[in-house]
């Protein structure tokens, strides 16, 4: 699978994409006629022709308002077949704290490392990026892409795929303007679509420079990142603050900005807030917030049961799912008042 139009590479491509989804109609069509749709895309890849479709846009809440964008079925092959391709030599070199979309990390992890920090450490610094994908610079993530050796023979398919991004999330997106700019900064293509796997291994890319930033130039002996969520812990909260203007002024390099507001020293033992917990050195409670989405949801899951639109087997997989996530918090009297 050295090649991205291999037989192989397309075909563990196509099981990637489908895993968990060949119930949807426009992946049991692809499955229909699927040696001829893998040899079409062969044959684009191979002659640098394959032509991205269009995105299907729809508004979640989560609790914030995220517009997420679906790549055509065919377009999610191409993405896995491009990440089957490049992914191992960007992983190489991705610190160890890194935790969002990588095998073997995840949220679970994040939180149990987040939390044996809480434990070391006296203060915390948290780091979050405003508008995250929508302000991903194509031109900056290109560069960064360009420099790895394994990812050069694919850079038009790269290409072609921000490109087909590019206006998005353009509604999304709040001006902000950098030294140096001019009027036409503006028109800089910009943002990743929420929704597409090249998007969540391109974030990591993005912001990898700034990891590496972390723990090389300032010398952070605990800091990890998810997302665009980081949290740098120290003994000293006056080295916490000297770490916060060098973030920041960091983060202009690659065109994005800190919620400086929020990114403020505090004591571990107020509490950490980060995906979706409050971790204490001891202990962690679920977000107040997300137990009443739950809560609204669960009374929306009931009167589709109720009206016989769900069935029991899908109610109580997703009651299921909700308690596995939680039970990772001391969340027991939460789950036994909501679900008694």
């Keep these: 699978m050295n090649q991205l139009h291999d037989w192989d590479n397309l075909l563990l491509a196509y099981r990637k994409a489908s895993k968990g989804k060949r119930g949807h109609p426009d992946v049991a069509e692809f499955e229909y006629r699927l040696e001829a749709h893998l040899l079409q895309l062969q044959r684009e890849l191979q002659d640098q022709s394959y032509q991205p479709g269009e995105y299907h846009s729809f508004y979640i809440h989560d609790p914030k308002i995220r517009l997420i964008s679906a790549a055509p079925f065919r377009d999610r092959v191409v993405h896995h077949a491009l990440c089957n391709i490049i992914e191992p030599a960007f992983e190489r070199s991705f610190i160890e704290d890194s935790y969002a979309n990588r095998i073997g990390k995840g949220t679970h992890k994040a939180l149990d490392r987040a939390q044996g920090f809480a434990r070391r450490f006296k203060y915390v610094l948290i780091c979050d990026v405003r508008q995250f994908f929508p302000s991903i610079d194509h031109q900056i993530l ?162 589709q049961r109720q009206l016989g639109v769900l069935k029991r087997a899908q109610f109580n997989a997703s009651i299921q799912g909700w308690v596995n996530h939680v039970s990772w918090g001391n969340t027991w009297r939460l789950r036994y008042a909501l679900l008694n």
């Excluded at 107040?288 to 949801?297: D, E, H, V, Y």
């Design 142 to 303: 290109f560069d960064i892409l360009k420099r790895k050796q394994a990812a050069r023979q694919h850079l038009w398919l790269i290409r072609k795929i921000l490109d087909s991004g590019a206006s998005v999330l353009r509604d999304e997106y709040d001006m902000v303007y950098f030294e140096g700019d001019d009027l036409y900064a503006i028109q800089r293509p910009r943002g990743l679509p929420i929704g597409n796997l090249t998007s969540q291994f391109w974030a990591n890319c993005y912001l990898d420079p700034f990891d590496h930033f972390v723990k090389r130039n300032l010398r952070c002996k605990g800091y990890l990142r998810y997302v665009d969520d980081s949290l740098l812990f120290s003994n000293d909260k006056g080295q916490l603050n000297e770490w916060r203007e060098k973030a920041i002024e960091r983060s202009y390099d690659y065109r994005i900005t800190l919620h400086e507001n929020k990114c403020q020293p505090r004591p571990v033992s107020e509490g950490i807030p980060f995906l979706g917990f409050i971790l204490y050195p001891d202990h962690r409670l679920l977000k107040r917030q997300k137990g009443i989405a739950f809560q609204r949801k669960l009374k929306y899951l009931r009167l």
